[in-house]
DNA sequence: AATTTTGCCTAACACTGTTACAAAATGTAA
DNA sequence: TTACATTTTGTAACAGTGTTAGGCAAAATT
């Protein structure tokens, strides 16, 4: 009976084409253009087809989550094989994160942009967890065993991925833009060319050398 | 002729209607349900009344996030007005910040959440040339004249707002929760209670000794 | 060949922002 | 007070949105 077989197939087509097509209109037209109706347009099918594969436009803006922190999960694992010292592997992952903000950002003002995270959705992104191991491990191997009794893995995860995520947030918007130069009026000067990078070189630094001071301090 | 003026006087009581209205409906019941429809219902006028005040939705959004970002440069002048210490400054206005954010959530989700600002929409908000610099003068304040000639005010500015800003947006979101406690299995032990605040001050911490380390390495 | 099942589409419902146009209310002038 | 002009307001439409009920036709099963 390959009819069945045949059948799941082509629903696992549409079913990705809508994927598909949907991610590549958000890609080109941004997320104020992503409609049900404007995908159903796109792979030639009625609207109702696309609600028989999802069961609402959050379900699928939540596949997209899931690929896009799967996806930076994995960026951050690959960023932090190049070496085995813990601080350099911090710093890797960090130009690692913002790194992959850039380079997608359709992925990350979904990921924490559009609609703030309720506690069931957090839930349904099971890389998360790997996004936090991958930090975490590099920072528990940054502390001796046995120093810093009060060191708290979680609490500087959640620092680092404060940071880090600020620093993304704020440059992406164009909160980050210095006031008030609406036009590049001395553009020559260049004091501020690329500081979006020095502000993210200047936290990293500081919060590495955060953890190695409170080791020589104990 | 008080009769021109009567009228000035009763349009922008429309208009303050208009606002109150508008900003009760979002404090009650969330920004998703913030409707032109549904605030002119609430106000008992015709839709199109509204569109003689403000241009469109956004420019009432606009008018918010003037008011949120006021409010928050007010904010934290107020809070540094305690001291002098500059340190003790950036530390005031970081639980400041803090506070703000959190009894003041649907501001925050304004400002930064809806809709990604553009160089426009931040042109259109003199207040944050206040928050730049309540921050910055507080920072300038804290290394001698003289010293540190590498001392960048508007690097130092944006890594710290970025830090506030990445801390609150994830514990604001439910990313900032510990992954996998659906419920509370062992609420008692408490090892991160009130684990936000501990990492607003690790990272704010970090942030001034970063600069105070620079100061006597020069 | 008849019947059941499946897949699919049309059309609707209830919303949204926005605007053209007509009606009503108001002000001004004779 | 009446006639005209102006401003203010409401109705109704247009073009979208997410979502779903109902029916039709093709495919699979009996």
């Known amino acids: 009976m390959g009819?069945?077989?045949?059948k799941q197939r082509q629903k696992e087509?549409?079913?990705?084409?809508?994927?598909?097509?949907?991610?590549?209109?958000?890609?080109?037209?941004g997320w104020q253009s992503f409609s049900i109706r404007?995908?159903?347009?796109?792979?030639?099918?009625?609207?109702?087809?696309?609600?028989?594969?999802?069961?609402?436009?959050?379900?699928?803006?939540?596949?997209?989550?899931?690929?896009?922190?799967?996806?930076?999960?994995?960026?951050?694992?690959k960023a932090k094989e190049g070496t085995s010292d813990p601080a350099d592997q911090i710093r890797a992952m960090a130009t690692a994160y913002w790194n992959f903000a850039?380079?997608?950002?359709e992925y990350y003002q979904l990921m924490y942009g559009l609609g703030i995270p309720t506690c069931e959705t957090v839930s349904k992104i099971p890389a998360l967890v790997d996004f936090n191991e991958v930090v975490t491990s590099s920072l528990v191997a940054?502390?001796?065993?046995?120093?810093?009794?009060?060191?708290?893995?979680?609490?500087?995860?959640q620092s680092f991925w404060s940071m880090l995520h600020g620093l993304v947030s704020i440059n992406m918007s164009a909160l980050g833009h210095p006031i008030g130069q609406t036009d590049g009026q001395d553009k020559k000067e260049g004091k501020h060319d690329n500081l979006p990078r020095q502000v993210l070189d200047d936290?990293?630094?500081?919060?590495?050398?955060?953890?190695?001071?409170?080791?020589?301090?104990?």
């Open 102 to 105: 850039f380079e997608n950002k």
């Open 13 to 29: 087509e549409v079913r990705a084409s809508i994927l598909d097509t949907a991610w590549q209109m958000v890609v080109s037209e």
């Open 203 to 218: 936290v990293v630094c500081s919060f590495i050398r955060g953890i190695q001071a409170a080791e020589n301090n104990h």
């Open 3 to 6: 009819i069945i077989d045949r």
């Open 142 to 157: 940054m502390v001796a065993p046995g120093k810093q009794p009060s060191f708290d893995p979680f609490l500087k995860y």
């Open 38 to 77: 404007k995908i159903a347009d796109a792979i030639e099918y009625s609207v109702p087809v696309i609600y028989s594969h999802f069961e609402n436009k959050d379900a699928i803006l939540l596949e997209f989550n899931r690929k896009g922190f799967q996806l930076l999960a994995d960026t951050l694992r």
